[in-house]
């Protein structure tokens, strides 16, 4: 048995099974930049990375910065504060485009929803939600309520008060329209939605400032999710910058930790700042000095990388080197990208995913007819160029 194939078996053994994650594929044994090499040696291009490799993998900066915090200060018990929380606040702070806002940290996209929704729930007295039926805000029960109507019974109840719209990538007037009803009843605190879902359906003009008009004329906060859209992913630092509507709260999370570290983050309308005595999101490792220091490594590699300006370029050229090699023409913008799959592959993208892996690109599939597209905002022509071709190889085995 191969090294990569018996970690396989331990891990099989040893873990809860769960979907999405068992079985595994292979085991790692490096990553670096767009690349990830499992313990047999095999290389792959990792054009999926979990959404958390925009600066790539194991960045020498970022991994430099870390060595330095755990030499100096690795932890802070909550109630203490230390620097690198507060320079990171102020950073995410200084990139938001709407009125006074503060933040809050988790280790966790999930967890950091939990904290929007409470935060829309205390500012509004209400705490009925909308979001669309058939997406993903995370696992844990408020989060996973999001995400659909109906649910495993075997869960028990999940949060109250759930009301679910019609994506707008099936019908965007229909999820107006649903969306409009649902907060004519007063009682809806939050609609909670991804700007761009990560199935990579660009929303139709009008469609975001029409359900922020809705949402302010309600007092219903909006919270967009852009725990994978975010932090530059799709050209702009926030996706929600592409379609004219600023929302009352945003979350972050995934690249956020420089895909080594888990931090979110929740960026919020300053006016919300009115529950001192209750505990919104009194995580454990809140102020962690270590994840707050990835975060703020980030960021700057961020900046100093051109990273936002240079995910809408190399975005662009990866949709027209794709479109050569196989004459289709990814959906999305910036480096958040879906190919839609051929005839003979539709219905059959975990198969495709599959063929794409022998072929040497590591990516998932999106519903049943897609393909994510998810390189690094570091990724170079060359891998480009390097994708396209395997691409084109997966669909020609059909
Ligand atoms: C849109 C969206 N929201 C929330 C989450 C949950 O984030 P986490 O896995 O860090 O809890 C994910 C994770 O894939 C996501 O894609």
Redesign the pocket.
């Known amino acids: 048995m191969s090294d990569a194939a018996a970690l396989v078996a331990r891990d099989a053994a040893t873990f809860f099974r769960q979907r999405g994650s068992t079985p595994c594929l292979s085991a790692l044994r490096h990553v670096g930049g767009t690349w990830i090499e499992d313990a047999d040696g095999r290389r792959m291009l990792d054009f999926h990375g979990?959404?958390v490799h925009h600066i790539g993998h194991a960045h020498p900066r970022l991994i430099a910065a870390l060595k330095e915090q755990l030499e100096t200060l690795p932890f802070c018990p909550r109630r203490y504060t230390n620097e690198q929380a507060v320079l990171l606040a102020e950073a995410l702070l200084s990139h938001w485009p709407g009125p006074p806002a503060r933040v809050l940290f988790a280790t966790?996209?999930?967890?950091?929803?939990e904290i929007a929704l409470k935060l829309a729930r205390v500012a509004t007295g209400r705490f009925e939600t909308v979001s669309i039926e058939g997406?993903?805000?995370?696992?844990?029960f408020a989060?996973l309520g999001l995400a659909a109507s109906a649910h495993d019974a075997r869960l028990g109840p999940l949060l109250p008060g759930r009301r679910h719209v019609t994506p707008y990538w099936v019908d965007a007037d229909r999820m107006i329209a649903e969306t409009r009803a649902h907060l004519a009843g007063g009682g809806i605190a939050a609609v909670v939605a991804?700007p761009m879902?990560?199935s990579c359906h660009v929303p139709p003009d009008g469609l975001w400032p029409e359900i922020r008009r809705l949402c302010t004329e309600a007092g219903t906060k909006l919270i967009f999710?852009e725990?994978?859209?975010g932090l530059g992913k799709t050209g702009r630092f926030f996706a929600f910058e592409h379609f004219g509507a600023v929302p009352d709260a945003v979350?972050l999370?995934?690249a956020l930790g420089g895909g080594v570290v888990?931090i979110?983050a929740v960026i919020a309308d300053a006016e919300m700042d009115i529950a001192p005595e209750l505990a919104l999101g009194h995580y454990t490792h809140e102020k962690n000095p270590l994840t707050c220091r990835a975060a703020l490594e980030t960021l700057r590699i961020i900046a100093d990388e051109g990273l936002v300006s240079r995910a809408a370029v190399m975005g662009d050229r990866l949709a027209v080197r794709v479109e050569a090699a196989t004459g289709l023409r990814p959906r999305g913008l910036g480096l958040l990208r879906v190919l839609p799959l051929p005839a003979p592959w539709q219905g059959a993208a975990d198969a495709f995913a599959e063929a794409a892996w022998e072929e040497g690109i590591s990516a998932t599939a999106k519903g049943s007819s897609g393909f994510g597209l998810s390189p690094p905002l570091t990724v170079c022509e060359a891998e480009i160029d390097l994708a396209a071709a395997a691409l084109a190889r997966a669909i020609a085995r059909r």
């Open positions: 979990n959404t966790g996209g999930s967890d950091a929803i997406s993903y805000h995370g696992d844990g989060a991804e879902r990560s999710d725990i994978p859209s979350v999370g995934k888990p979110a």
